[in-house]
Nanobody, 124 residues
Framework: QVQLVESGGGLVQAGGSLRLSCEAS????????MGWFRQGPGKEREFVAT????????SYGSSVKGRFTISRDNAKNTVYLQMNSLKPEDTAVYYC?????????????????WGQGTQVTVSS
């Protein structure tokens, strides 16, 4: 099993940047592909980004492509989400998740473990 703890959320003005972190417990972090999802008020959970176990394969949701960057440091058991050029519509609770497959997935139901989420609010 793995436990995930997100951090780095907060309030930022439109056009600003934030960096989210998700630290995993245990010593098997490199066995998991990792993903970021978000859920805005009154919205369904949305795929943001995923990164494979090794970090060699990455995928982004269409709404964040070109603005967000996912990365991981297996030595630190941590996955990151660098968010630039933030927009008010990026306001959401952001969740990281762990998937036992090699490459990860765009589908939330394929992820086995989830963090508690961190709030990101972008003001206009």
């Amino acid at each position: 099993q793995v436990q995930l703890v997100e951090s780095g959320g907060g309030l930022v003005q439109a056009g600003g940047s934030l960096r989210l972190s998700c630290e995993a417990s245990g010593r098997t972090f490199s066995r998991y592909a990792m993903g970021w999802f978000r859920q805005g008020p009154g919205k369904e959970r949305e795929f943001v980004a995923t990164i494979s176990r090794s970090g060699g394969r990455i995928s982004y949701g269409s709404s964040v492509k070109g603005r967000f960057t996912i990365s991981r440091d297996n030595a630190k058991n941590t996955v990151y989400l660098q968010m630039n050029s933030l927009k008010p519509e990026d306001t959401a609770v952001y969740y990281c998740a762990a998937d036992t497959t090699q490459y990860g997935s765009n589908w939330s139901f394929e992820y086995e473990y989830w963090g508690q989420g961190t709030q990101v609010t972008v003001s206009s």
